[in-house]
């Protein structure tokens, strides 16, 4: 506050504050914010008073509202004059709300009883403020189905209360109206302060204890001399131009009063502070660091539960009481508030993919502690990568940091369990829950191991004090079970709303004041900005209580009854507002959903009336733009249109790799095999993140059975039935029988085998499901084998160790058939779509079987083996319903002989002669792409032919812009 308080009270209210202040005034005022505000001005009255030399004064009695009736209630219990009661907090009045409406006929049809008590506790609140007799309406409220069940949770509500030892602080100024006054406040005047709309209960309460004689309202108001309209384009606009224009004023005069006041204010808090934090404090913005937020003050909190520190804490808690979806345990072990913020990255990555890869919605603790030791089975066993063969070391290493929290507090909670036998009770009073609370916090490590910030430690400070005050709800709920307490102690921290501390620093300046509607009511300030003053947005519309009957709320002119009663208290507050500053600037949108739109007319009368009447300087600009950010805008650009030149150069490569052609040990096989040449023919970029830099997706979580459950499954059957048969010969020798109980066999062996890699086992109705359609599709499959030209089967799931472009890969073939002729084919189940046109086009981007015939070559030419045939290739498409092979093979041989296999002479769209020239260009191409793999390229040539990509576009930026130049040049 400035020393000379003068410059923000109009002097006949400093008069009148003076002359409260000599008769030893009560001041009351409608919020905490406003006492606050008061208790400035009257410190500064008598400072200057002082400094005159007019003696020292007594400090005001002072105080908001609630709190004042709360001190009456009080002391009426402590003369005797009530019967003594608890106090409750709004949470527990909930409570009993709750279980009030638990006691009624309607509840069961209710899809959020939590809702429907949070408005009955509201409604209530209403009616008591209004001073309404509720029994005198019983036929109106009975005259509807909603203020009807209203009615009945109503008077079960009461019940309750009257029953117990607590009241609802509503019920207690209520009856501060019945008890006498004992002649305590006789000749005491009370000064209400801000009071735009006060309460019939409200005035009641105060005049009788005052008597209606000694009740005076005071306003506060400051000159107006300047207002000014904008209009901007949107609500965005409005932000930006807000926040540059107090940041402008700020910086001119630091000790300045500015307000900007937004209605919708708690709505819009992210985008508010964010708009804000760009202008105010735009180097934390753009790099991310904790900001102090010394240049403004936000009068919107958010619910504690919603804090990052406090929103991880009571996750940790919410998974001892229910099994929690992978999202929200993804988030728990991402978050840096448990465990080791730098030793625990490994472990965390782990399970997070080890959550995926098990296939569940959602895990318990228990679940997630087993997840610790067991190792991922989607892949089959010859190809688990090297973190898989890493499990053993992870369990061994397990007994610390986070892996060790996560698996003492699953042993924690199952001991706690099986420790409470038929004899103990499972429930207890929320007090004796917190312990458990805390336990399981400790063990997770939270608030994690870094050094928390000031806003952080803000949080956990707050939250330490709400776990003391959860302690008062035993004597509301009594004993409840642990996932109820939970719940809760959850609800507890998200009513209670969480400010962040604003740090004054010597010397700054004062903070710039951002008020939603009501906190900005009542003071003062040098300059103030009304935003959202359009006439599609002021006044607000009205929105009558649901459960109270509407005609009892326009008889009582309830808050948002009807559009004159808003229309009126709208008139009030804006009435306020112009008369609140110095310099009042009111903005608005040109367009509100599209609809185009002026300043309120509310607004402009008496903007109009003030500067015809007090000579008040009204500009009234309607369609101005953003001048500040305009501005702001054309400085960058004049910034940069003032750089030098700078060159581009075009760097498409990464790490080389070193050559390891011959070496066949795992740490040098080049991962990835014909997938990683695949995604590379499709886009190089995404082979050196995918393959190069180990950036691969999260397993997709699946509910039953998934696809690669099922490739696997049939994988396995087919070999253990071939395994069995050796070839064409002995499966045309068997019967239906034999062939039926052959495959119900390998479909158990194989399911067995694919399900014991499972992390929570099937149940039997869906394996039996399962058998039954792999049955159906292997009988099929084996119907066409039968009718195939004679075979042998040469080998099945060949390993081979190819050498090629200088580096090695580790290939397996799913089967090779030699048939009649001598010649061979190679085989390759697919489950699902195949493209056997990839084989032939320039890049091959189908590479696989091309790759598996490179490499037998090879093979081949090592056993001087130059006389046999070339070899032909297919897949084996066993896709349910559309069963058939797909392949291609040399002019001459058995393989034309298989139905879906044809010569080169069959295919159109290639100009490749016979099949020698074929496997030339395969070698060809495959080397290349091996080359510049090892080479590092990691370009995106848009040229090519391509399949987008949602999982790794935002990566690669595949989306071009219309300025795309044909050398891929991306947006």
């Not at 009582?556 to 609140?580: C, D, H, I, N, W």
């Not at 086992?761 to 099929?780: A, D, G, I, Y």
Request: charged share 20%; with cysteine.
């Amino acid at each position: 506050m400035p020393n000379n308080f003068s410059s923000l009270v109009d002097s006949d209210v400093a008069n009148q504050l003076e002359k409260a202040l000599d008769r030893g005034a009560l001041f009351l005022t409608p919020n905490t914010r406003l006492a606050s505000y008061l208790r400035d001005l009257l410190d500064n009255i008598m400072l200057e008073r002082q400094k005159l030399g007019q003696g020292v004064w007594q400090s005001p009695e002072l105080l908001p509202f609630d709190a004042w009736t709360t001190a009456q209630w009080t002391a009426a219990m402590l003369s005797g004059k009530t019967a003594p009661r608890l106090m409750l907090t709004k949470g527990q009045d909930l409570l009993y709300w709750e279980q009030a409406l638990d006691q009624s006929t309607i509840a069961q049809t209710l899809m959020s009883p939590a809702a429907a008590a949070a408005q009955a506790q509201q409604g209530y609140q209403l009616l008591k403020q209004g001073l309404v007799d509720i029994d005198k309406y019983a036929f109106e409220f009975s005259s509807a189905v909603d203020s009807r069940a209203f009615y009945d949770w109503i008077k079960h509500y009461e019940a309750l209360i009257e029953s117990g030892t607590h009241i609802a602080l509503v019920d207690a100024q209520s009856q501060l109206l019945s008890l006498n006054n004992d002649g305590s406040a006789d000749n005491r005047i009370v000064v209400m302060v801000g009071f735009q709309a006060p309460t019939p209960l409200q005035k009641a309460i105060v005049e009788n204890y005052a008597g209606s004689g000694n009740i005076e309202s005071i306003h506060l108001n400051v000159g107006c001399k300047r207002i000014q309209f904008k209009g901007c384009n949107d609500f965005n606009q409005e932000l930006k131009a807000a926040a540059q224009w107090s940041k402008d004023l700020q910086d001119k005069n630091p000790n300045a009063r500015i307000a900007v006041v937004i209605q919708n204010l708690a709505q819009n808090r992210m985008l508010v502070e964010r708009n804000f934090l760009e202008t105010f404090e735009p180097t934390s913005v753009r790099s991310a660091m904790p900001f102090l937020q010394t240049g403004f003050n936000m009068s919107a909190g958010i619910p504690l539960s919603e804090s990052s520190v406090i929103k991880i804490g009571l996750s940790v808690i919410d998974a001892i009481s229910r099994p929690l979806p992978i999202e929200q345990w993804s988030a728990l072990l991402n978050s840096p508030y448990i465990g080791d913020d730098q030793s625990d990255v490994l472990i965390r990555r782990k399970l997070i993919a080890k959550m995926h890869d098990a296939g569940e919605r959602e895990y318990t603790l228990s679940q997630v502690s087993r997840l610790l030791s067991w190792r991922s089975g989607n892949k089959k066993s010859s190809s688990n990568d090297k973190a898989d063969k890493q499990a053993p070391s992870e369990s061994a290493s397990s007994n610390a940091g986070l892996a060790g929290g996560i698996e003492a507090a699953a042993q924690y909670f199952i001991s706690w369990q099986s420790g409470r036998g038929k004899s103990q009770s499972k429930k207890n009073v929320p007090s004796q829950w917190l312990p458990v609370f805390r336990k399981i916090l400790a063990f997770f490590l939270w608030p994690g191991s870094r050094t928390l910030n000031s806003d952080e430690y803000q949080q956990l400070t707050r939250f330490e004090s709400q776990c003391e005050s959860f302690s008062s709800f035993d004597a509301v709920v009594g004993q409840v079970s642990l996932s109820t307490a939970a719940q809760l102690f959850s609800r507890h921290c998200q009513q209670q709303v969480f400010h962040r501390e604003t740090v004054h620093l010597p010397g700054a300046p004062k903070h710039v004041q951002v008020l939603g509607g009501l906190e900005a009511s009542g003071q003062t300030f040098d300059h103030i900005w009304l935003m959202g003053m359009s006439e599609r947005q002021w006044p607000a519309m009205p929105q009558a209580h649901p459960l109270i009957p509407r005609s009892l709320q326009l008889e009582y002119s309830m808050p948002s009854s009807s559009v004159e009663r808003e229309f009126e208290y709208a008139k009030q507050l804006t009435t306020g507002y112009l008369s609140s500053a110095s310099e009042v600037v009111a903005s608005y949108p040109l367009s509100v959903d599209d609809i185009a739109c002026e300043i309120s007319p509310l607004v402009d009368g008496l903007a109009k009336d003030l500067a015809e009447h007090f000579k008040v300087n009204f500009i009234h600009d309607t369609h101005s733009q953003n001048d500040h950010v305009a501005s702001s805008i054309g400085k960058d650009i004049a910034d940069l249109d003032g750089q030098e030149s700078v060159e581009t150069i075009a760097d498409h490569y990464g790490k080389p790799l070193t050559s390891n052609a011959g070496n066949d040990s795992d740490d040098q096989v080049l991962v990835g095999g014909s997938a990683m040449l695949k995604d590379y023919n499709v886009n190089p970029l995404k082979t050196y993140i995918k393959w190069r830099l180990g950036a691969r997706p999260l397993g997709e979580v699946v509910l039953g059975v998934s696809a690669l459950e099922r490739g696997n499954a049939i994988h396995a059957a087919l070999e253990v039935i071939w395994q069995s048969l050796g070839g064409s010969a002995a499966l045309q020798d068997c019967t239906p029988e034999q062939i039926s109980q052959l495959v119900s066999d390998s479909a158990d062996t194989a399911l067995d085998d694919v399900f014991a890699r499972r992390f929570a086992p099937l149940s039997v109705r869906l394996r039996m499901l399962e058998k039954h359609r792999l049955q159906n599709t292997l009988e099929s499959w084996l119907k066409l084998e039968a009718n195939r030209p004679g075979f042998i089967i040469e080998s099945l799931e060949r390993a081979l160790v190819f050498s090629i472009g200088g580096q090695t890969l580790r290939l397996r073939i799913d089967r090779i058939d030699r048939l009649d002729d001598g010649q061979f084919i190679l085989i390759d189940y697919k489950s699902g779509a195949t493209q056997p046109s990839g084989w032939l086009d320039e890049a091959v981007t189908e590479p696989q079987l091309p790759l598996y015939v490179c490499a037998m070559e090879n093979v081949n030419q090592n056993n001087d083996s130059t006389d046999k045939p070339p070899m032909a290739i297919a897949f084996a498409r066993l896709k349910a319903g559309d069963l058939a092979y797909e392949g291609i093979g040399p002019e001459e041989g058995a393989a034309l002989d298989i139905q879906g296999v044809k010569n080169l002479a069959a295919k159109r769209n290639h100009d490749i002669d016979d099949w020698a020239s074929l496997a030339e260009h395969w070698q060809q191409r495959l080397t290349l792409a091996i080359n510049e793999i090892a080479a590092g390229n990691a370009a995106v040539d848009i040229t090519r032919r391509r399949v987008d990509d949602p999982i790794y576009e935002p990566v690669m930026r595949l989306r071009c812009s219309e300025t795309c130049s044909s050398e891929g040049e991306l947006s």
